[in-house]
């Protein structure tokens, strides 16, 4: 798949819509399964993986379900193409480094992705938006049932085995991602974040594991899978989640108090957006987060118009570099996001 192909795919989580989207950008369901009959992907020969890969294409072609799939062999891939679809959160970032025989599926709804050879044989994951974690497990369970017949590694006592052993157990991981800038700029961020570890839950960035927390974006998901049921986990992160969902809000109240200085900062925000020539990532993440702080607080116009997920996409370098049609150097990169965000600006 090209790169003009991946930027058709539409995605679900980044149209702003389902329970509390107003704070709860996304869920995300992913589990982990491993071929009983291959070594894990860390010990497996190139030839295991690649038997690995096989199968798991046959399972799924011969599938009505996954009619409308793409396989995508990532080695196969261009740079950009890569890029575009960690950006896009259809393959982790760690995808991007491993073994020659990685192999992606994706639908055409942009919902489901299956990475093959990633840590484990098979990461099934399925991404939504809103708060929609028991719609996602329930199409992520659809899709295990079936890949069943691969002969998944399954222990009586300790659940599915997984190469990691923080995975072991029911291999479900589900996250939350969530715009929490009230909270941030009320300094609460480092205290939830500990309160969630002693929960059992980890506060990571917007793309996962090793990522910083960008334009108030967190990602909420259980520590480990071992010891409770898949309904449980649910119930768990969804509570949490939640609960944050409620803790902005009354954040962003007190915050509302003092509009004027509240105001200020959001229409310099727009100000930035508007008129800058250059701006990098992490400056324009910022200063989005905050605009739709503004459009969710029903500042009105212009807040209310700004397609936040489709520019929250757009920014990214991938994205950047994808739309003009060319490599382009780091300050090449921020004058064209800038152009972009202007253009996008002056359509509202």
Not at 146 to 163: H, K, N, P, V
Not at 227 to 248: C, D, M, N, T, Y
Request: neutral net charge; glycine residues 8%; charged residues 25%.
């Amino acid at each position: 798949m090209d790169a003009e192909g991946i930027l058709s795919l539409p995605l679900a989580w980044a149209e702003g819509k389902g329970n509390s989207a107003d704070v709860i950008v996304s869920s995300r369901v992913r589990l982990a399964r491993n071929l009983d009959r291959f070594p894990f992907v860390t010990r497996a020969t190139p030839e295991e993986r690649k038997s690995v890969a096989e199968a798991v294409r046959e399972a799924i072609e011969s599938e009505p379900l996954f009619r409308e799939c793409t396989c995508c062999p990532v080695c196969e891939l261009e740079a950009l193409s890569r890029g575009l679809l960690v950006e896009r959160r259809l393959m982790s970032p760690g995808f991007l480094k491993g073994c020659p025989e990685r192999v992606l599926f994706i639908d055409a709804k942009g919902i489901v992705s299956v990475m093959v050879n990633e840590e484990d044989h098979l990461r099934i994951q399925v991404l939504l938006g809103g708060l929609a974690l028991c719609e996602a497990s329930r199409i992520a369970s659809s899709i295990d049932r079936i890949l069943t017949r691969l002969g998944f590694a399954f222990d009586s006592e300790f659940g599915f085995l997984t190469t990691c052993p923080t995975n072991v157990g029911t291999g479900l991981r589900a996250s939350v991602m969530l715009h929490l800038p009230a909270l941030k700029m009320s300094h609460a961020m480092p205290e939830i974040i500990a309160q969630s570890g002693r929960l059992g839950l980890v506060v990571r960035g917007a793309y996962g594991e090793g990522t910083t927390s960008a334009g108030s974006l967190y990602q909420v998901s259980n520590q480990v899978t071992l010891g409770l049921s898949p309904e449980e986990l649910i119930e768990k992160v969804e509570a949490i989640a939640s609960r944050l969902a409620e803790q902005e809000g009354r954040a962003r109240d007190v915050l509302l108090k003092g509009q004027k200085t509240l105001e200020d900062r959001l229409w310099r925000a727009w100000g930035t957006l508007s008129h800058a020539r250059r701006i990098g990532l992490s400056e324009a993440m910022e200063c989005l987060s905050l605009v739709r702080m503004g459009q969710e607080a029903g500042l009105g116009a212009p807040f209310n118009k700004m397609p936040w997920g489709r520019l929250f996409l757009d920014i990214q370098p991938g994205h950047v570099q994808a739309r003009t049609g060319r490599q382009l150097s780091e300050e090449e990169t921020e004058v064209a996001r800038a152009e972009l965000i202007r253009n996008a600006l002056a359509q509202l």
